[in-house]
Each structure stands twice: as C-alpha cells, then as structure tokens.
C-alpha cells in the first residue's frame, strides 16, 4: 500500500481520475472529497451524491419524494431492538450504508430477525429490515455526456433464484446470470428508465450510475443505487452500454470527455471544447 502522500502526488499528477472504489471510503463521496481538495477532475459523483447513494435510508427517502415506490422497511439504530411492527415476512436485513451485498440476508421467520439484525451490525450501523420484494431484477445506468446530455445503457435483468437476492459470491466469481437488453415490457422499461434518469438528477449524480430496480406488477421499486458500479468488462454497466453500440473503451472516453465540459451548451451551440489527453 502507498503511502498518503505518494499517492498523493500520483494524484496530482493525473488529468482526471475515475473512482472505481467500493463501499466506505470508496463510494460514499470520501474518495470523490479527496480529489476535489488535490484538484483533480473526477469522471464520478460528488461528495454529496456519493454520501446520498451509499445511505439507503436516505435514499429511500429522495425516491419518495419524487414518486418512486421501495421497500416497506425499518430503520434499526445503533444499540436498538428490531422492530418489525407493520412489516410482513420474508425479510432483507442489511446495513443501510453497506457496497456489493456485504452483510444482506433474507430472513423467513420473524424469530431469526434480531439475530440477522446482529449479524448485519458486524458490515456496518444503522441496519434495515425491508420486506422481501418479489420482482424481476432489472438495473439501468445513466451518465451525462459532454453536451450535457443523460445517457442511458439498455435495461439488464439479472437472473436471482425464487427468495434469493443477488449476493456478493454472484458478483465476483463470474456465475451471475445477465440478459441484455432485459426482456420486459414496453411500459416497464419506460417506468424503470424515467426514475432512472430522475434520481441521477436528484442526487447530483456525475459519471455513470447504477440503478437497481425491482420490476413488479405494481410498477418498478427502487433497491438501491450505485454511484461507483462495477466496470470490469462484464460487469453491468459496460454490457448495458455495449447493448446501446457504445464498447467500453468507447464509454471510458465519454466519462473522460464529460469531465473537461466547461458548461453545458445551449441546443444552438456547439460542443463544448474537450481538454487533449485525458488519463485516468
């Protein structure tokens, strides 16, 4: 590991960097903070919508407010008792400011709450206690390009078993199941892009983000967002971008391109000047 202050100067030394880390310290806005005070251009969100998208009360919140169903839940504080009163079982416990599934768990019977509840506390305080939602996964990734225009990848459907969730072992050993662009319904897609495109807006996203929807016969539920997603080559994002014609290569440019707009041009201007040799 680096010392702060060689990586400091790495840092520095770098026309714009593009946040890749996840969970506390990566995607909660920390990392977005540290480049902001050593003035590097970041291809990523802002402290404020990197702190937003990590805590997923808050963000159940926001969602709210603007329309966008999620799941019933509860709150449960530092040192407090579950509380499941006014929820119906199947649960999912998990840490309200947790990254890639760390510390979810699905939980039947209402006697084995507190001790999923414990276990959570061991990823991270406060814990959540949601009702399990029974939908198709679907997720939909957004990025404002260098016209200052959103961008959105075709919608993915993961393939979760009946009463699982998409868990970390999935994410990182290469079985996760994808079909793109997912094979929903007009109506639905619509749904899941609009909020899509509405919460990107909300929370001051920049870069690209993940949104991670529940498709149900009710209409989509938000599960949670993602303002440091994945970007391996088969990860989700770049395959929702790849469905579109954009390669990633060709999606690394643009987040680059985006962090060089000095302002967003009118619809009679021409593009913004680019800044030459980005690296990231």
Do not use: W
Not at 75 to 86: D, F, I, K, S
Request: hydrophobic letters at 45%.
């Amino acid at each position: 590991m680096l010392p702060a202050h060689r990586a400091i100067e790495l840092l520095t030394g770098c026309d714009a960097a593009i946040p890749m880390l996840h969970g506390v310290r990566g995607e909660d806005g920390a990392i977005a903070g540290l480049l902001e005070l050593c003035g590097v251009p970041s291809a990523g969100s802002p402290v404020r919508a990197g702190a937003l998208g990590m805590d997923k009360q808050a963000t159940k919140l926001i969602a709210a407010s603007l329309g966008i169903a999620t799941a019933n839940g509860r709150l449960v504080g530092a040192g407090t008792a579950a509380v499941t009163t006014g929820l119906t079982p199947p649960f999912v416990v998990k840490p309200a400011s947790g990254g890639s599934s760390n510390g979810v768990f699905v939980v039947a019977d209402l006697g084995d709450v507190a001790d999923a509840v414990d276990r959570a506390r061991t990823f991270g305080d406060p814990v959540l206690i949601e009702e399990y939602v029974a939908g198709r996964e679907v997720d939909v990734a957004v990025f404002r390009d260098r016209r200052g225009a959103l961008r959105l990848g075709a919608a993915l459907e993961i393939g979760v078993s009946s009463g699982g969730v998409f868990g970390a072992v999935e994410k990182y050993d290469g079985s996760a199941r994808f079909t793109v662009p997912a094979p929903i319904g007009d109506a639905e897609e619509a749904a899941v892009r609009s909020a899509a495109a509405r919460l990107y807006e909300a929370l001051g996203c920049a870069g690209v983000a993940r949104f991670d929807f529940f498709v149900t016969a009710d209409g989509p539920v938000l599960n949670e967002v993602n303002t440091a997603p994945g970007m391996t080559e088969r990860s989700q994002v770049p395959l929702m971008y790849a469905a579109t014609g954009l390669d990633y290569t060709g999606l690394i440019a643009e987040l680059l391109d985006a962090v060089f707009l000095d302002a967003v041009p009118s619809p009679n201007q021409g593009e913004a000047p680019q800044r030459a040799g980005a690296t990231a």
